[in-house]
């Protein structure tokens, strides 16, 4: 039983044709499984929600009551990138596990929604917004060094986002920009109005590793759309989840979290680059 | 590539006697049952060796599955019930000769001797792509042999096509959708019925599924309502070879009429798309006007609106919409316009 599904094409090749569609399964259920396991050893295991450092209290108090953290259009990108994707996954999924529907126009009008949406971030993140505050840094490097050498110290302060939020970032990254670059030229297997269809745009294999590319990432998505949304109503970063909605957190969430010294803090009213 | 073998895969075949056996095999083996009918589908597929089910249920001896009864002033007609039994039987011809002329279209006297009214309506696509075993959207695979700009799409859809182009082949379909029938349908868990337009489903939906027919689904009956008994009928089919040939369109309708006034009709043409199609659209457009040439010009090309057709089946447009002009004008009316 592999995790790739293999067709003779008319020509006598052996080619993928997609993956095996139990990875659907394997995915979702691995979400889960994380899902459970987290939620076990932070109920019952992890230490105890403490930093080696903190801000001495006459720059604490030169600290606004709301920190902004997410600008109106980095928000609003992600709440349309979340309803696309959600889209995206419940009609690729959901016709596989037995709910019939036409999904198809949903499924590349919301791709095209992603699309645009993650095309709009990329330009956006680069010109409008603190490029490298979501790539892993020198001092991510550094702190993990640190912790590696003396597993028992307090962990220091974050910068705008934790390293986990950054590495998630970063496969999400991969799998995003595989799944939206082989979506669009899968268009061209199915009849939209942008383009005449041309299902001899590639040959056989390169349709076969597409499809397989884009299937791998969509079942990634399953998993991983699980586990972030996790993290968002999990009450310990729930006001994490709130600064999405709203554009701030609160002072004491930042003071204990995050580090002034990597994250200037910025009163709503005068933050630009988020 | 398909190659006629004439010898098939090896299959444990059972021949359940009654409908809760045929019913338990076909929750015990689930996907890997194959349900056989009259076997003119099913032997095409085991002797070219593309389909090579484990399990092969066959419905011959399934008495209760055979016949044509009366049923709250309407019929029920066995699923297992001939072609030839249908095109025979008496208050078929006189009550619902649409359906009787119908099956008599379906292929020859032979194969409709053998053939049965449930396998006909729930026999597979018979795109040449597909039925030669390519792996096509159809058949689980990630492209259409048949929706490409050297393709040979001749006989494929110009409604409905989403991926995959073919189009459902029955001669009865759009008669049973026309008297608005209803599909009887049992499993494991019990009997649902559901009515004829319905039972067919699009690739959109289910691309590699012609009807709603999941494993372990019978279909036993089809039920006609007594509604358009005696109504005015029209079927019409089109074919390549007169004797004998899947058709390239064919149309039914049922209108009953006050004088030369259209009271209420059910329209479905079939061989333009992937299910036999109700033109819902049509019907509510001509129901209270009068049957005459203007009403039928109207109707015919309302009907072939959005239609698409492939590199070679443009001819299906003007087919269509002259088989509908034909279909409300009915047989005394019935011309040709290019």
């Given at each position: 039983m592999g995790i790739v599904e293999w067709a003779r094409s008319p020509w006598g090749e052996e080619v993928p044709i997609h993956?095996?569609?139990?990875?659907?399964?394997v995915c979702a259920i691995a979400g889960l499984l994380f899902m459970i396991v987290h939620a076990v050893w932070a109920r019952y295991f992890a230490p105890p929600d403490a930093y080696a450092d903190s801000t001495p209290p006459a720059e604490a108090a030169r600290i606004p009551e709301k920190i902004a953290r997410h600008s109106l259009a980095a928000r609003m990108f992600h709440w349309v990138m979340a309803l696309a994707m959600f889209v995206l996954l419940f009609t690729a999924f959901l016709p596989r596990v037995g709910i019939k529907f036409p999904w198809v126009t949903y499924h590349w009008i919301a791709g095209i929604v992603l699309t645009v949406s993650i095309v709009f971030h990329i330009v956006h993140a680069t010109f409008f917004m603190d490029f490298w505050?979501?790539?892993?840094?020198?001092?991510?490097?550094?702190?993990?060094?640190?912790?590696?050498?003396?597993?028992?110290?307090?962990?220091?302060?974050?910068?705008?986002?934790?390293?986990?939020?950054?590495?998630?970032?970063?496969?999400?990254?991969?799998?995003?920009?595989?799944?939206?670059?082989?979506?669009?030229?899968?268009?061209?297997?199915?009849?939209?109005?942008?383009?005449?269809?041309?299902?001899?745009?590639?040959?056989?294999?390169?349709?076969?590793?597409?499809?397989?590319?884009?299937?791998?990432?969509?079942?990634?998505?399953?998993?991983?759309?699980?586990?972030?949304?996790?993290?968002?109503?999990?009450?310990?970063?729930?006001?994490?989840?709130?600064?999405?909605i709203f554009g701030t957190m609160n002072k004491e969430f930042y003071l204990k979290h995050h580090d002034p010294e990597r994250w200037v803090p910025e009163s709503p009213s005068s933050s630009e680059r988020m | 590539m398909a190659v006629i073998h004439d010898i098939m895969p090896a299959f444990e075949l059972f021949q359940p006697p009654t409908v809760e056996a045929a019913v338990a095999l076909l929750d015990r083996y689930g996907a890997q049952g194959w349900v056989m009918a009259g076997g003119l589908d099913s032997f095409d597929w085991l002797k070219d060796r593309i389909k090579r089910p484990s399990v092969l249920i066959d419905l011959s001896q399934i008495k209760e599955l055979r016949g044509v009864r009366p049923l709250n002033g309407g019929l029920e007609i066995g699923a297992m019930t001939?072609?030839?039994?249908?095109?025979?039987?008496?208050?078929?011809?006189?009550r619902y000769s649409i359906l009787s002329t119908g099956a008599e279209a379906a292929a020859s006297p032979q194969i409709r001797n053998q053939g049965t009214i449930g396998g006909n309506v729930s026999q597979d696509a018979r795109c040449w792509?597909?039925?030669?075993?390519?792996?096509?959207?159809?058949?689980?695979?990630?492209?259409?042999?048949?929706?490409?700009?050297?393709?040979?799409?001749?006989?494929?859809?110009?409604?409905?096509?989403?991926?995959?182009?073919?189009?459902?082949?029955?001669?009865?379909?759009?008669?049973?959708?026309?008297?608005?029938?209803?599909?009887?349908?049992?499993?494991?868990?019990?009997?649902?019925?559901?009515?004829?337009?319905?039972?067919?489903?699009?690739?959109?939906?289910?691309?590699?599924?012609?009807?709603?027919?999941?494993?372990?689904?019978?279909?036993?009956?089809?039920?006609?309502?007594?509604?358009?008994?005696?109504?005015?009928?029209?079927?019409?089919?089109?074919?390549?070879?007169?004797?004998?040939?899947?058709?390239?369109?064919?149309?039914?309708?049922?209108?009953?009429?006050?004088?030369?006034?259209?009271?209420?009709?059910?329209?479905?043409?079939?061989?333009?798309?992937?299910?036999?199609?109700?033109?819902?659209?049509?019907?509510?457009?001509?129901?209270?006007?009068?049957?005459?040439?203007?009403?039928?010009?109207?109707?015919?090309?309302?009907?072939?609106?959005?239609?698409?057709?492939?590199?070679?089946?443009?001819?299906?447009?003007?087919?269509?919409r002259n088989l509908v002009r034909r279909a409300i004008r009915g047989v005394e009316g019935a011309t040709w316009a290019s």
């Open positions: 993956i095996a569609f139990y990875l659907i399964w505050s979501i790539w892993p840094d020198k001092a991510d490097l550094a702190e993990i060094s640190r912790r590696r050498r003396s597993a028992s110290s307090l962990p220091r302060r974050d910068a705008k986002y934790p390293f986990a939020n950054k590495m998630y970032h970063a496969v999400i990254v991969l799998t995003g920009i595989a799944v939206t670059v082989t979506g669009v030229f899968m268009m061209w297997r199915v009849r939209t109005p942008f383009f005449p269809r041309n299902p001899y745009l590639f040959g056989d294999m390169t349709w076969g590793l597409m499809y397989v590319l884009h299937g791998l990432a969509g079942v990634g998505l399953i998993a991983l759309v699980m586990v972030h949304v996790y993290f968002a109503v999990r009450p310990d970063k729930f006001e994490i989840t709130k600064s999405m | 001939t072609l030839t039994e249908v095109v025979r039987d008496p208050v078929v011809r006189e792509y597909y039925r030669s075993g390519w792996k096509c959207y159809r058949a689980g695979g990630n492209t259409c042999y048949a929706d490409t700009p050297t393709a040979i799409n001749r006989e494929h859809a110009i409604l409905g096509a989403d991926r995959c182009v073919a189009v459902n082949p029955s001669d009865t379909a759009p008669a049973l959708i026309a008297l608005d029938a209803q599909m009887v349908i049992r499993n494991s868990k019990g009997e649902r019925v559901v009515n004829a337009e319905d039972y067919f489903i699009g690739p959109g939906i289910d691309i590699m599924h012609m009807t709603v027919l999941q494993p372990g689904d019978l279909l036993t009956a089809i039920r006609i309502p007594a509604a358009w008994a005696g109504a005015h009928f029209y079927f019409e089919k089109v074919r390549d070879r007169p004797v004998w040939d899947f058709p390239l369109v064919n149309i039914a309708s049922a209108a009953v009429l006050s004088g030369n006034r259209i009271d209420r009709i059910r329209i479905a043409v079939n061989g333009v798309a992937a299910h036999p199609v109700r033109l819902k659209h049509v019907e509510d457009a001509v129901t209270g006007k009068l049957r005459d040439p203007a009403t039928a010009d109207m109707a015919g090309q309302l009907a072939i609106q959005g239609a698409k057709p492939l590199q070679h089946n443009g001819y299906k447009v003007p087919l269509m």
